[in-house]
Protein backbone atom coordinates (compact mmCIF):
# COMPACT_ATOMS: atom_id res chain seq x y z
CA UNK A 1 0.00 0.00 0.00
CA UNK A 2 1.06 3.19 -1.11
CA UNK A 3 0.51 6.62 0.80
CA UNK A 4 -0.83 9.71 -1.06
CA UNK A 5 0.00 13.03 1.37
CA UNK A 6 -0.62 15.88 -0.92
CA UNK A 7 -3.98 16.71 -2.74
CA UNK A 8 -1.66 18.25 -5.45
CA UNK A 9 -0.95 14.69 -6.07
CA UNK A 10 -1.23 12.88 -9.71
CA UNK A 11 -3.04 10.10 -9.07
CA UNK A 12 -5.39 12.17 -6.31
CA UNK A 13 -6.18 14.65 -8.65
CA UNK A 14 -6.80 12.36 -11.55
CA UNK A 15 -9.19 10.21 -9.25
CA UNK A 16 -10.99 13.23 -7.77
CA UNK A 17 -11.74 14.27 -11.90
CA UNK A 18 -13.84 11.37 -12.01
CA UNK A 19 -16.81 12.88 -10.00
CA UNK A 20 -17.60 15.10 -13.14
CA UNK A 21 -19.67 13.88 -15.86
CA UNK A 22 -17.04 14.44 -18.83
CA UNK A 23 -13.95 13.45 -17.08
CA UNK A 24 -15.80 10.04 -16.68
CA UNK A 25 -17.10 10.04 -20.33
CA UNK A 26 -13.32 11.24 -21.32
CA UNK A 27 -11.55 8.19 -19.11
CA UNK A 28 -14.11 5.92 -19.31
CA UNK A 29 -13.88 5.40 -15.48
CA UNK A 30 -16.24 6.26 -12.77
CA UNK A 31 -15.71 6.22 -8.85
CA UNK A 32 -17.66 3.26 -6.76
CA UNK A 33 -18.36 3.92 -3.37
CA UNK A 34 -18.68 1.28 -0.45
CA UNK A 35 -17.04 -1.98 0.94
CA UNK A 36 -19.13 -4.52 -0.54
CA UNK A 37 -19.13 -2.42 -4.42
CA UNK A 38 -15.34 -2.09 -4.24
CA UNK A 39 -15.17 -5.56 -3.57
CA UNK A 40 -17.41 -6.45 -6.04
CA UNK A 41 -15.53 -4.36 -8.52
CA UNK A 42 -12.37 -5.90 -7.56
CA UNK A 43 -13.94 -9.32 -7.98
CA UNK A 44 -15.45 -8.37 -11.70
CA UNK A 45 -11.51 -6.97 -12.58
CA UNK A 46 -13.63 -3.61 -12.74
CA UNK A 47 -11.56 -1.71 -10.31
CA UNK A 48 -8.44 0.20 -11.45
CA UNK A 49 -7.30 1.36 -7.73
CA UNK A 50 -8.64 1.60 -4.38
CA UNK A 51 -8.48 4.57 -2.09
CA UNK A 52 -8.90 4.31 1.76
CA UNK A 53 -8.76 6.71 4.44
CA UNK A 54 -6.57 6.68 7.59
CA UNK A 55 -8.80 5.62 9.64
CA UNK A 56 -10.19 2.37 7.75
CA UNK A 57 -9.30 -1.04 8.75
CA UNK A 58 -8.16 -2.59 5.70
CA UNK A 59 -8.84 -6.27 6.65
CA UNK A 60 -8.04 -7.66 2.72
CA UNK A 61 -5.36 -7.09 0.20
CA UNK A 62 -6.57 -6.11 -3.44
CA UNK A 63 -4.98 -6.71 -6.64
CA UNK A 64 -4.65 -3.62 -7.70
CA UNK A 65 -2.62 -0.02 -6.87
CA UNK A 66 -4.27 0.51 -3.08
CA UNK A 67 -3.70 3.69 -1.47
CA UNK A 68 -3.96 5.75 2.06
CA UNK A 69 -5.22 9.01 2.20
CA UNK A 70 -6.08 11.43 5.39
CA UNK A 71 -9.96 11.73 6.67
CA UNK A 72 -9.68 15.23 4.62
CA UNK A 73 -8.89 14.14 1.67
CA UNK A 74 -10.68 11.13 1.65
CA UNK A 75 -14.02 13.53 2.12
CA UNK A 76 -12.45 15.41 -0.69
CA UNK A 77 -12.49 12.41 -2.80
CA UNK A 78 -15.16 10.53 -1.96
CA UNK A 79 -18.81 11.33 -3.72
CA UNK A 80 -20.73 10.23 -1.02
CA UNK A 81 -22.47 12.21 1.91
CA UNK A 82 -21.51 9.28 4.37
CA UNK A 83 -18.27 7.82 2.69
CA UNK A 84 -17.58 4.63 4.57
CA UNK A 85 -13.72 5.03 4.16
CA UNK A 86 -12.93 2.98 1.29
CA UNK A 87 -13.59 3.58 -2.80
CA UNK A 88 -12.18 2.66 -5.75
CA UNK A 89 -11.96 4.29 -9.39
CA UNK A 90 -13.38 1.35 -12.32
CA UNK A 91 -13.64 1.24 -16.07
CA UNK A 92 -17.13 1.83 -17.39
CA UNK A 93 -18.78 -0.95 -19.66
CA UNK A 94 -18.85 0.05 -23.14
CA UNK A 95 -21.33 -1.33 -25.67
CA UNK A 96 -21.80 -0.72 -29.48
CA UNK A 97 -24.76 -0.75 -31.22
CA UNK A 98 -23.79 -4.14 -33.03
CA UNK A 99 -22.70 -5.61 -29.55
CA UNK A 100 -26.15 -4.55 -27.86
CA UNK A 101 -28.27 -6.02 -30.63
CA UNK A 102 -26.68 -8.83 -30.81
CA UNK A 103 -26.85 -9.25 -26.86
CA UNK A 104 -30.57 -8.14 -26.93
CA UNK A 105 -32.26 -10.31 -29.93
CA UNK A 106 -35.08 -12.82 -28.79
CA UNK A 107 -37.57 -12.47 -26.04
CA UNK A 108 -35.08 -10.52 -23.98
CA UNK A 109 -37.26 -7.49 -22.42
CA UNK A 110 -35.65 -3.99 -22.25
CA UNK A 111 -36.01 -0.59 -20.83
CA UNK A 112 -36.05 2.60 -23.11
CA UNK A 113 -35.05 5.72 -20.25
CA UNK A 114 -36.92 9.37 -22.03
CA UNK A 115 -34.77 11.81 -19.46
CA UNK A 116 -35.10 10.28 -16.73
CA UNK A 117 -33.41 12.94 -14.21
CA UNK A 118 -33.13 12.03 -10.76
CA UNK A 119 -29.96 9.25 -10.14
CA UNK A 120 -31.87 7.92 -7.28
CA UNK A 121 -34.84 7.52 -9.43
CA UNK A 122 -32.74 5.89 -12.13
CA UNK A 123 -30.36 3.84 -10.02
CA UNK A 124 -33.80 2.58 -8.54
CA UNK A 125 -34.93 1.81 -12.14
CA UNK A 126 -31.86 -0.28 -12.86
CA UNK A 127 -32.05 -2.44 -9.80
CA UNK A 128 -35.13 -3.21 -10.25
CA UNK A 129 -34.86 -3.72 -14.10
CA UNK A 130 -31.56 -6.28 -13.22
CA UNK A 131 -34.26 -7.74 -10.30
CA UNK A 132 -37.19 -8.35 -12.22
CA UNK A 133 -35.29 -9.99 -15.40
CA UNK A 134 -35.30 -7.35 -17.47
CA UNK A 135 -31.67 -7.62 -19.62
CA UNK A 136 -31.19 -4.01 -21.28
CA UNK A 137 -31.68 -0.25 -21.62
CA UNK A 138 -31.94 2.25 -24.18
CA UNK A 139 -30.91 5.54 -22.94
CA UNK A 140 -32.17 8.65 -24.36
CA UNK A 141 -29.10 11.90 -24.05
CA UNK A 142 -30.29 14.11 -21.35
CA UNK A 143 -31.22 11.21 -18.52
CA UNK A 144 -29.18 11.55 -15.50
CA UNK A 145 -25.88 9.82 -15.84
CA UNK A 146 -25.65 5.99 -15.24
CA UNK A 147 -22.09 6.00 -13.60
CA UNK A 148 -22.59 8.89 -11.40
CA UNK A 149 -21.90 7.48 -7.68
CA UNK A 150 -25.99 8.33 -7.04
CA UNK A 151 -27.20 5.89 -9.83
CA UNK A 152 -24.32 3.37 -8.72
CA UNK A 153 -25.67 3.42 -5.23
CA UNK A 154 -29.18 3.62 -6.13
CA UNK A 155 -28.67 0.30 -8.63
CA UNK A 156 -26.80 -1.54 -5.60
CA UNK A 157 -24.20 -1.84 -8.83
CA UNK A 158 -26.09 -3.41 -10.84
CA UNK A 159 -25.90 -1.06 -13.58
CA UNK A 160 -22.36 -2.26 -14.38
CA UNK A 161 -23.90 -5.66 -15.55
CA UNK A 162 -27.14 -4.15 -17.75
CA UNK A 163 -26.14 -3.71 -21.27
CA UNK A 164 -27.19 -0.07 -22.29
CA UNK A 165 -26.92 2.05 -24.87
CA UNK A 166 -27.06 6.02 -25.18
CA UNK A 167 -28.60 7.77 -27.81
CA UNK A 168 -29.11 11.11 -29.22
CA UNK A 169 -32.47 11.47 -29.89
CA UNK A 170 -36.33 9.59 -29.32
CA UNK A 171 -36.08 8.68 -33.23
CA UNK A 172 -33.05 6.49 -32.67
CA UNK A 173 -34.62 5.17 -29.63
CA UNK A 174 -37.56 4.00 -31.22
CA UNK A 175 -35.49 2.78 -34.09
CA UNK A 176 -33.11 0.41 -32.05
CA UNK A 177 -36.37 -0.81 -30.48
CA UNK A 178 -38.18 -1.94 -33.95
CA UNK A 179 -34.87 -3.41 -34.86
CA UNK A 180 -35.09 -5.81 -31.68
CA UNK A 181 -38.81 -6.43 -32.81
CA UNK A 182 -39.51 -5.50 -29.54
CA UNK A 183 -43.97 -4.38 -28.93
CA UNK A 184 -42.89 -0.79 -27.53
CA UNK A 185 -44.91 -0.07 -24.46
CA UNK A 186 -45.51 3.33 -22.64
CA UNK A 187 -47.59 4.46 -19.44
CA UNK A 188 -49.95 6.93 -19.31
CA UNK A 189 -52.69 8.99 -17.76
CA UNK A 190 -53.98 8.75 -21.40
CA UNK A 191 -53.38 4.92 -21.83
CA UNK A 192 -56.47 3.04 -22.69
CA UNK A 193 -55.44 -0.36 -20.83
CA UNK A 194 -54.62 -0.76 -17.50
CA UNK A 195 -51.20 -2.30 -16.54
CA UNK A 196 -52.30 -5.57 -15.44
CA UNK A 197 -54.82 -6.22 -18.49
CA UNK A 198 -51.74 -6.35 -20.62
CA UNK A 199 -51.49 -9.32 -22.32
CA UNK A 200 -47.71 -9.52 -24.24
CA UNK A 201 -45.66 -11.98 -22.26
CA UNK A 202 -42.42 -11.06 -23.47
CA UNK A 203 -39.84 -9.27 -25.96
CA UNK A 204 -41.24 -6.40 -24.87
CA UNK A 205 -39.62 -2.26 -24.44
CA UNK A 206 -41.29 -0.61 -21.70
CA UNK A 207 -40.88 3.55 -22.31
CA UNK A 208 -40.24 5.21 -18.69
CA UNK A 209 -40.25 9.00 -19.19
CA UNK A 210 -39.26 12.04 -17.46
CA UNK A 211 -40.22 12.79 -13.54
CA UNK A 212 -41.90 15.94 -14.64
CA UNK A 213 -42.65 15.95 -18.34
CA UNK A 214 -43.73 12.46 -18.65
CA UNK A 215 -43.14 10.63 -21.74
CA UNK A 216 -42.69 12.28 -25.35
CA UNK A 217 -45.36 12.71 -27.82
CA UNK A 218 -43.44 11.13 -30.38
CA UNK A 219 -42.96 7.78 -28.28
CA UNK A 220 -46.52 7.62 -27.44
CA UNK A 221 -47.27 8.39 -30.97
CA UNK A 222 -45.15 5.19 -31.63
CA UNK A 223 -46.24 2.83 -29.05
CA UNK A 224 -47.93 -0.01 -28.92
CA UNK A 225 -49.82 0.12 -25.67
CA UNK A 226 -50.09 3.07 -23.67
CA UNK A 227 -51.56 1.71 -20.74
CA UNK A 228 -52.19 3.63 -17.19
CA UNK A 229 -51.70 2.72 -13.34
CA UNK A 230 -55.50 2.97 -11.56
CA UNK A 231 -55.00 6.08 -8.75
CA UNK A 232 -57.34 7.23 -6.47
CA UNK A 233 -59.20 10.57 -7.61
CA UNK A 234 -56.81 13.32 -6.20
CA UNK A 235 -53.46 12.21 -6.93
CA UNK A 236 -51.78 13.12 -9.90
CA UNK A 237 -49.07 10.94 -10.21
CA UNK A 238 -46.82 8.26 -8.86
CA UNK A 239 -42.75 8.04 -8.29
CA UNK A 240 -41.42 7.24 -11.86
CA UNK A 241 -39.89 4.18 -9.70
CA UNK A 242 -42.59 2.59 -9.02
CA UNK A 243 -44.50 3.09 -12.30
CA UNK A 244 -41.73 1.45 -13.78
CA UNK A 245 -41.39 -1.70 -11.08
CA UNK A 246 -45.40 -2.26 -11.01
CA UNK A 247 -44.74 -2.50 -15.33
CA UNK A 248 -41.49 -4.98 -15.02
CA UNK A 249 -43.08 -7.38 -12.88
CA UNK A 250 -46.01 -7.26 -14.94
CA UNK A 251 -44.35 -9.45 -17.01
CA UNK A 252 -42.24 -11.57 -14.29
CA UNK A 253 -46.17 -12.50 -13.20
CA UNK A 254 -46.69 -13.50 -16.05
CA UNK A 255 -43.79 -16.21 -17.12
Known amino acids: ?38 LEACKANRAEAVFVSEDYCLERKYSVPT ?27 KYSLNMFLSLLQGDKNILLIDNV ?15 SGFWGLIILKGASDMFSSKVIRGSAGTCFDMPY ?15 LNKKLISADMSGDILYHQIEIENSVCIAIGSEGKGISKEILNSSDIVTKVPMRQGIESLNVSVVAALLMYQFVRRT
Open 1 to 38: MKIINSKKNRIFVEAKKLKEKKYRDRTSLCLIDGEKLV
Open 67 to 93: YRISNDMFKILSPSKSPQGILCSASIP
Open 117 to 131: QDPGNLGNIIRTAYA
Open 165 to 179: IVVNDVKSGIEICRK
